[in-house]
Structures are given as structure tokens and as C-alpha cells.
């Protein structure tokens, strides 16, 4: 991630969009905490409310870089499922576990400790053996462990994706990947929404999200989506409804199937835009992109900077010194400090040593 190599094969624009995401979920986690520990916050407006879809976003994102890396390694036949795999735990399992130990430390021995009040209703060895074998977002819907803990959700299922995908591409002939694709995808997609597999809605196994985003990039890769770039309107008609989805209710509907349909399509949309089809605007503020390149740090730590600050506010409310505007202020203000923070430190002088070592296992 730091070679020159992978500097050059970056899509600069997707970098400023991660942090765009990871920030989308720390406001849809602030009001939550302070909700429950009786600070004031900002009331519920759509912008406030949308951190899962932040996250599904993120599902469409990783999809469509881990399948375009596959395709293109398909096609000059140097794809490695073994260089795949030692990428992906280099880069994933430090920092995931870092939060997994630390946060069964801090629900069962560091609040204890400190007399604060917690209910851990699973026994240890079940959360370790559930969060340790990637089925974290198994054991957030059952127990409800804690937002350190269940911040991991989403990593368990990119981690399961991974463990799917990478086998059938393998297997796949180069020529019949985007075929098998759209297959998997339609098939999938048909099965999560039946009345019989509710446990897949249940645990949010939306892996459909992943593989949509691996098929535009994959058209993208064959020169089949010329014609969205054919007009400029088109471009600022997906940013334009992109937008409006994060920002109002005009896309909450009822029926899960129809607005999973349109989440699915309009992110992949939206991402293919951003990559390919941006009229020629590039982002290049470097704290930006910067800020995107932590945002996996930025996403895992942000509920440890969060509980921090919630816990220093309370002390610092019992004082009655801010009105709640300025709490409400310094509350977002110390946690997107303290979380961009702790993301730098975990980047520079943690991950940074196992991504050199990812570097050796490129194709």
C-alpha cells in the first residue's frame, strides 16, 4: 500500500470517498451513544441516520477493487489465491484484532474496574470463538456486545466474501467471469429476499452489495459502459440521486427487495462515476486522499475515540459549564480529533509494517 506500485495503480478519487463513508459513520454512532448516556445530540435527520448505508456503500466499494484485481490478474494469468489470501490478512487481520482483544478487555475487565455498568449476556469463549472465526456480524445481532465489538460487523463480512470469491474466480475461466458473476449475483440477490432465508437478512449477509460493485468494475475493465459516458448529464444525475439518498427519505421504501435493488445498483453507479466517469475532476488535496488511506483505522477506532470522549463529557456536564449546542460541538469536534488521532498512529507506526510486508505478495 505505501509502494510505488500500488501509489500508481490507485483510483485517487475513491481514497477522499472511504473517509467520506467512515465519517458518515461516526455521525450515525455519535447521537447513539450520547442518546443512551443522556447527553444532548443532534436530532434525527436523514444525513445523521445513515451510517449502515455508509457501510454498504463500503461493501460496493471493496467489491469493486477486490474483483477488478482478481479480473485483471485473470486475464494475465497471475492470479494467486495464496498472494490473495496473504494480502488480505496482512492488511485486515492487525488492526481487527487489535479491536477484538481490546475490546473484550474493555467490556469485561475495564469498565468493571471503573464501576460503570455493563451486561455482558454471552459467555466469553462464544464472542472470542464468533468474532476470531469472522462471524462478528452473527454475534453483534445476538448479543449486542457493545459498539467497540460491534463495529466489527462489517469486517466479518467483507473477511466471508473473500473467502467465497476468491475460489470461484480461481476456478472461473477468464472468459466467463462477468457471466458467473451476474449469475451469482441474480441468484443471490433472489435468495436473501425469500421468506425462507430471513436468517440471512438477520446476520446481513449482503454480499450481493460486493459482488455488484466487481460487475461494473468488470464492464468498466471490457469497455461496455461507454455510453453513461457518452453524456455529461449522466454523471451528475447519479452524484445528484446519490446525494439524495444520504441526505433525505426519498429512497426508504417498504419493500426491502425494491430498495436493496436500488442501493445495489445506484452505489455501483456512483462509484463507477467517481473512477471513471468525472468529467475530469480528480481530487488531489492530499489530506484528503491521506484521510481515505487511514480510513480503515479511521472506521475500526472511531467507537473507542467515541466512548472516550462520551466519557469525559458526562464528567464535564455534571459541571453544567457548556449550554447543549456546545456539547453537542465539542462531542463531534474531540471524537473526529481523537479517532483521526488514533488512526494516524495505528497507520504510521502499526499497519505500516505489515503493509510492506503485503507488497511482497502482489501478482
Known sequence: ???????????????????????????????????????????????????????????????????????????????????????????????????????????????????????????????????????????????????????????????????LIAPILFITSKHKILKVLVLLTAVYFVIFHLDSAHMLRQYNFVYFLLFSGGIVAILEEQGKLQLLKKFRSVPIIIVIATIAYFTTDIFVCDSAILRNGITMVLFALFIHVLAYNNLGKTIRNRLLIYLGQISYGIYLLHVIALNAVVYIMLKIDQLEIFNDTITILLIYILTFALTIGLAHLSYNYFETYFLKLKSKFRA
Open 1 to 163: 500500500m505505501n509502494s510505488k506500485y500500488s501509489i500508481l495503480n490507485r483510483l485517487p478519487n475513491l481514497d477522499p470517498l472511504r473517509f467520506l463513508l467512515a465519517s458518515l459513520v461516526i455521525c450515525f454512532h455519535i447521537p447513539q451513544l450520547c442518546k443512551n448516556q443522556g447527553l444532548p445530540y443532534v436530532p434525527d435527520v436523514p444525513i445523521f441516520n445513515r451510517g449502515t448505508e455508509a457501510v454498504y456503500m463500503f461493501f460496493v466499494l471493496s467489491g469493486f477493487l477486490i474483483i477488478r484485481l482478481i479480473y485483471k490478474a485473470k486475464q494475465k494469468e497471475v492470479f494467486s489465491i495464496r498472494k490473495f489470501y496473504m494480502r488480505r490478512i496482512l492488511r485486515i487481520f492487525p488492526l481487527y484484532f487489535f479491536v477484538v482483544i481490546f475490546g473484550f478487555t474493555f467490556y469485561w475487565l475495564m469498565l468493571p474496574l471503573l464501576n460503570i455498568p455493563f451486561e455482558n449476556n454471552y459467555e466469553l469463549s462464544e464472542g472470542l470463538a464468533l468474532t476470531i472465526f469472522f462471524l462478528p456480524n452473527v454475534f453483534e445481532k445476538l448479543y449486542h456486545p457493545g459498539g467497540i465489538l460491534e463495529v466489527l460487523w462489517s469486517i466479518g463480512i467483507e473477511e466471508q466474501f473473500y473467502l
